[in-house]
């Protein structure tokens, strides 16, 4: 089964900035979408973005116009840049692209 391998977590200050990646071990995301999830601490998970195999995005309102979700078929892996870092940001965030396993995650840390 194709393997989610996510990284890029941190801790970062407030404001700051990062870099989430998620490769797939396998060619599996030409033709499907590629989404990000994230789950806080005493939380349920949530849906921070998605983009479709044609490149259409949705975003959570809690994270429009901070965070930019991007693809790249040919290297099997979906991008998360979070800029304008909040607290509220903090959590494991999750790689998902149907028929592969999901990882294990990234932590994101945001100090105030």
């Known amino acids: 089964q194709v393997q989610l391998v996510e990284s890029g977590g941190g801790l970062v200050q407030a404001g700051g900035s990062l870099r989430l990646s998620c490769a797939a071990s396998?060619?599996?995301?030409?033709?499907?979408?590629g989404a990000w999830h994230r789950q806080a601490p005493g939380k349920q998970r949530e849906l921070v973005a998605l983009?479709?195999?044609?490149?259409?995005?949705n975003y959570a309102d809690s994270v429009k116009g901070r965070f930019t979700i991007s693809r790249d078929n040919a290297k099997n892996t979906v991008y998360l840049q979070m800029n304008s870092l909040q607290p509220e940001d903090t959590g494991v965030y999750y790689c998902?692209?149907?028929?592969?396993?999901w990882g294990q995650g990234t932590q994101v840390t945001v100090s105030s």
């Open positions: 998902d692209v149907p028929g592969a396993k």
């Open positions: 396998g060619n599996i995301l030409g033709g499907t979408f």
């Open positions: 983009i479709s195999s044609r490149g259409i995005i």
